[in-house]
């Protein structure tokens, strides 16, 4: 059903969007991936072309509109509308009150979690309109669901990754063209180190004494999502360790 379909991943170069590029290509998928670090997209091509499906890479910053425009003009024909986009490239910087907290920390969020997102949608729904079918996944996190301490303005790019799901499934209905969102919450990915600025000791503590999700955890249930019917739309899901009743009701052991 899915064979021969295209999916593009933003963010593949780690965690979860690099763990979806790869289950999508074991379940068939040809697969586009994008994020800034080549190097890293490059060495998957042996993987990804083992199991006999087409893969296309590049290096885009999804900040940069026109990157993300003259990127989709590079890809194969087939490519330039994508059966399925998954929405993945994000991150958080700093976890303090917000009374302190870094502008430019604060600039780099919303220009990757909420700009990226718009500029890569609106390079490609269009054309998915146009053909009458397409998939985008967006992923957001219980942190769109809940605000927690010092997660302000994360917090608020993920409430912002929800309500634009919500407001394009809204704007494509009756196009063929499926929208929702998949919400983990705590995945051991870099995600912390990125957000502690490259403190790894920082870091681990978050994922200490408790299961973590794991990023296939999370590539296991877009495949899923992915592969239903077309007169399916799975809307929302959230994901969570079931050590982790909340954004801040963690059991630890
Ligand atoms: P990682 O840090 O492991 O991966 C983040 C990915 O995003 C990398 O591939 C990175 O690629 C990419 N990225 C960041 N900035 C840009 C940019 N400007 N342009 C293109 N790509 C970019 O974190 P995760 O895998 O955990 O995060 C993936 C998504 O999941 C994020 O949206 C995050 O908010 C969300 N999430 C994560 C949770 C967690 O607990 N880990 C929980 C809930 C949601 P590169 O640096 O090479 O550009
Ligand atoms: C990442 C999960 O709640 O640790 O979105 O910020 S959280």
Not at 109 to 132: H, W
Not at 143 to 167: C, I, M, Q, S, W
């Amino acid at each position: 059903m899915t064979h021969g379909n295209w999916a593009l991943v933003t963010g593949a170069t780690a965690g979860i969007g690099k763990a979806t590029l790869l289950a999508l290509a074991r379940a068939g998928w040809h697969v586009v991936g994008w994020g800034r670090r080549a190097d890293r997209l490059a060495a998957l091509a042996p993987t990804v072309e083992a199991l006999g499906v087409q893969y296309h890479y590049q290096a885009v910053d999804v900040r940069s509109a026109d990157a993300v425009a003259r990127a989709r003009q590079t890809l194969p024909p087939e490519a330039q509308v994508p059966d399925l986009l998954v929405n993945n490239a994000g991150l958080a910087r700093g976890l303090a009150p917000l009374d302190q907290g870094l502008l430019s920390d604060w600039d780099e969020m919303i220009d990757t979690n909420v700009k990226g997102l718009l500029y890569v949608t609106r390079a490609f729904a269009p054309g998915m309109r146009s053909r009458g079918r397409g998939h985008i996944l967006n992923i957001g996190s219980i942190a769109g669901k809940e605000v927690y301490p010092n997660g302000n303005v994360y917090v608020a790019t993920k409430h912002a990754v929800d309500a634009l799901t919500r407001a394009l499934r809204i704007d494509l209905v009756g196009s063929g063209v499926r929208v929702g969102a998949i919400h983990p919450g705590m995945v051991e990915t870099e995600f912390s180190e990125v957000r502690f600025h490259g403190d790894t000791a920082r870091a681990q503590k978050v994922y200490q004494g408790l299961r973590a999700l794991t990023p296939e955890d999370i590539a296991e249930v877009i495949v899923w999502v992915a592969s239903q019917p077309e007169r399916i739309t799975i809307a929302d899901v959230v994901v969570l360790s079931t050590d982790q009743a909340s954004s801040t009701v963690v059991h630890r052991q």
